[in-house]
């Protein structure tokens, strides 16, 4: 049983920060990408951030400058570092992973962790 698993949202006031982590766990052979996506009220889900196995990141312009995303290999783990929050970077978090399950002749597929709730309120 593969699974992804979210920790770090909470309420913030605007120009705080937070970190959020997102472990994977279960039979997993290896990770390609990984990323974090969100979804505002009454807003479609979209990218924030994105970082392939290698290291090489994106992210939307929106955060630019002000999130950082990083991963853990070892510990099957990424992060995303978000500083000078806005109101508008309240949304629910989503991290999604691109893994292989099952060997070097098993399959790929995107797995979403449950999502935490990130709030940027005074």
């Known amino acids: 049983q593969v699974q992804l698993v979210e920790s770090g949202g909470g309420l913030v006031q605007p120009g705080g920060s937070l970190r959020l982590s997102c472990a994977a766990s279960?039979?997993?052979?290896?990770?390609?990408?990984m990323g974090w996506y969100r979804q505002g009220p009454g807003k479609q889900r979209e990218l924030v951030a994105a970082?392939?196995?290698?290291?090489?990141?994106n992210y939307a312009d929106s955060v630019k400058g002000r999130f950082t995303i990083s991963r853990d290999n070892a510990k099957n783990t990424v992060y995303l570092q978000m500083n000078s929050l806005k109101p508008e970077d309240t949304a629910v978090y989503y991290c999604?992973?691109?893994?292989?399950?099952?060997?070097?002749?098993?399959?790929?597929?995107?797995?979403w962790g449950q999502g935490t709730q990130v709030t940027v309120s005074s």
């Open positions: 279960g039979s997993i052979f290896s990770i390609n990408a």
């Open positions: 970082i392939t196995s290698g290291g090489s990141t």
């Open positions: 999604n992973a691109n893994l292989r399950i099952g060997g070097e002749l098993g399959y790929e597929r995107d797995y």
